[in-house]
């Protein structure tokens, strides 16, 4: 499902304008993307693209990669091979032009235990191009009053729980505009109220037309908060696009309840519809038919239909699909 | 947390890194509200005035103690200048080394380093800020030590002159400058140990590493000083040029051997910060 690493980069390989513009639509971009540390390979002819003003879930098993990804798209690390493109600028090189309309959550929050939670945020602020100095304090309160930590602003960040740590390092991310906001396992540590809340501001977010970037090996998360989805599997992109025809991609089924389960089912078979008991009633495959069709089918049999439901497949199915079929071809280094 | 606040545009610059000036208070107002470095200058600035109890309590009155310390006896003004003396033996380095160690490898340590770097400050400006930093809490120990010093020596030993070690006086101006140059040529060597050490920051995650190098360092460069056979290195070792300090003591001060400590410890400084720099643009962050 990836483009071919090699032919990608033979356009913009040696003595390509490294300044050439993206085409408008594209906020991130890494071409033939290689990482190796230390004789391990982390990230292995990577072709992502994040498109702009999408909310692209970075999906993958711990070690899948997402974090190496996402700290060459930040500049961070210089790649070992290939390309990567942030906001129209060739990282690391570009950064000072790319990275201040870029907020930034990567690898867990970053701050000073012995300053305060207002002192911490500042600091980063002090060092935002794109903030007049005159406008810092105010971004500060506004980034505190954002994640809710108005009222924990002058306690000392080591005081502070798990979930406000994280939500400092979203408020960091925040404290000026951006253009792209990259989120690494955003949620982690997070309650079910804090998780709510990155999604609500991951929404916003979206309606403010910023792009999002979010990775996270946490399914439902990402199904819940996310336009496109690129799957990593071994330092690879498996598949990547829009959400839901990801998902349509798999099996529709469609989930009737009844209480004649068993007439149900043999009425469904006599008809050569793909059926199974499950708890909930019947899993029928639409596969070959459509749900109008199996629902009269069971109404003419004389089951009686409670509620009949389209199950999408969901991204756990669409991932375990991905990830199980993926070709083994990540070349293992000898350590 | 509403659409409108996230909307909020404040006055945007249009520029790729923040006003200089802005990072270097930033950083010191980072640097001078750790209570570590509050807790180092405290015990720093306590040195000289145990040094005076002490002597004072030690003391038999008369003069003719050993080195400088017996010197110190009614001479107030040389309080400042042994207290600069013993603290650059040890204390002064070590306390230099953590403020190094702090610099880099702390902040790599907490995360922090990562998110200036993605702000984004630039990778040489970031050692800039962080050399100023370490240069400037440097530069306050010394500073700290002799003004303590000068006040702890006229309350306890009294005079307002200075009886150098060449049995001259000199006038409280000329006193007052000598303290000056001490403190001032005290900074350097510090500077010179720390600029090494922030080469060694750079290299780690773990600011331990940083300490315990520096230190090791220091006592290598002691036993290399004690090798017959190494003679000819005697005059590159940059702790062996530390006992020119009590220079600053003779009339006139000899100027010799005072140059070439500070060349020495340009030297050092510029070995140690251009590896610095080396590490921190190529390094992951």
Same mark, same amino acid.
């Given at each position: ?9 033979? /356009?913009? /390989? ?38 702009? /003003? ?52 990567? $690898? ?76 690494? *396992? ?17 929404? $916003? ?15 439902? $998360? ?27 991609? /798999? ?14 089912? *043999? ?39 409670? $509620? ?28 | ?11 945007? !610059? ?14 010191? !107002? ?32 008369? !003069? ?113 400058? !000598? ?107």
């Amino acid at each position: 499902m990836t483009t071919g690493g090699t032919a990608v980069q033979a /356009g913009t /390989g040696v003595g390509a304008d490294t300044q050439a513009p993206t085409p408008v639509g594209v906020a991130a971009r890494t071409t033939g993307l290689r990482k190796v540390f230390r004789g391990t390979v982390a990230v292995d002819h990577l072709d992502l693209e994040v498109p702009a /003003g999408s909310v692209l879930g970075m999906l993958g098993p711990n070690g899948s990669g997402k974090t190496t990804t996402i700290r060459m798209l930040l500049g961070l690390v210089r790649p070992t091979e290939g390309d990567v493109e942030l906001l129209g600028q060739p990282m690391p090189d570009g950064a000072a032009h790319a990275l201040p309309r870029v907020g930034a959550l990567v $690898e867990g929050p970053g701050f000073h235990p012995f300053l305060s939670g207002e002192d911490n945020l500042r600091r980063v602020a002090a060092a935002e191009p794109l903030l007049a100095t005159k406008d810092v304090h105010r971004s500060v309160s506004d980034a505190l009053d954002r994640v809710g930590l108005v009222a924990a602003r002058h306690r000392k960040f080591r005081a502070y729980s798990l979930g406000m740590k994280q939500r400092l390092g979203l408020a960091a991310a925040l404290l000026v505009p951006r253009e792209l906001v990259v989120l690494d *396992e955003p949620t982690n540590g997070l309650d079910p109220a804090g998780t709510r809340e990155i999604r609500k501001v991951v929404a $916003e977010l979206h309606a403010a037309g910023t792009t999002v970037l979010v990775s996270s090996h946490l399914l439902s $998360e990402v199904e819940a908060t996310c336009t496109h989805v690129a799957v990593l599997h071994r330092g690879n992109v498996v598949a990547q696009g829009e959400l839901a025809p990801l998902l349509e991609a /798999g099996n529709p089924t469609l989930l009737v309840t009844t209480p004649a389960r068993n007439e149900g089912v *043999e009425a469904l078979r006599d008809n050569r519809i793909g059926v199974r008991l499950v708890d909930e009633g019947l899993l029928v495959d639409l596969a070959g038919t459509s749900a109008p069709a199996v629902v009269e089918t069971l109404v003419r049999s004389g089951v009686p239909v409670h $509620e009949a439901r389209r199950q999408r497949a969901d991204l756990e199915e669409l991932f375990a699909r991905l990830t199980e079929s993926a070709p083994d071809d990540t070349p293992e280094v000898d350590r | 947390m509403t659409a409108a606040t996230l909307a909020v545009t404040p006055t945007v !610059r249009s520029a790729t890194s923040a006003p200089m000036g802005r990072l270097l208070r930033s950083e010191l !107002r980072w640097v001078f509200k750790r209570p570590r470095t509050w807790i180092a200058l405290t015990l720093l600035g306590l040195v000289p005035v145990v040094i005076a109890i002490g002597t004072r309590v030690g003391g038999s009155g008369d !003069r003719g103690g050993p080195g400088l310390i017996g010197d110190l006896i009614g001479n107030g003004f040389v309080l400042p200048i042994v207290a600069l003396t013993v603290t650059l033996a040890v204390l002064l380095p070590l306390v230099g080394a953590m403020w190094s160690a702090d610099a880099l490898a702390g902040e790599a340590a907490h995360s922090t380093l990562r998110y200036l770097l993605v702000a984004p400050v630039g990778r040489v400006r970031l050692l800039v800020v962080k050399t100023f930093g370490v240069a400037t809490a440097v530069l306050t120990a010394a500073v700290l030590i002799s003004v303590v010093g000068m006040i702890t020596g006229y309350l306890v030993f009294g005079s307002h002159e200075l009886l150098t070690l060449s049995g001259t006086t000199l006038s409280f101006g000329d006193a007052l400058a !000598r303290v000056a140059i001490a403190a001032g040529w005290v900074a350097v060597q510090v500077w010179a140990v720390c600029a090494v050490a922030l080469a060694v920051s750079a290299c780690t995650e773990h600011p331990m590493v940083v300490m315990a190098a520096t230190l090791a360092g220091a006592v290598v460069l002691g036993v290399l000083a004690n090798i017959p056979a190494l003679d000819w290195l005697q005059p590159y070792l940059l702790t062996n040029s530390w006992a020119s300090l009590t220079d600053v003591l003779r009339d006139p001060m000899p100027t010799g051997g005072l140059l070439h400590g500070l060349a020495l410890a340009g030297s050092y400084a510029l070995i140690g910060w251009s590896l610095a720099l080396a590490r921190v643009v190529t390094k992951d962050g």
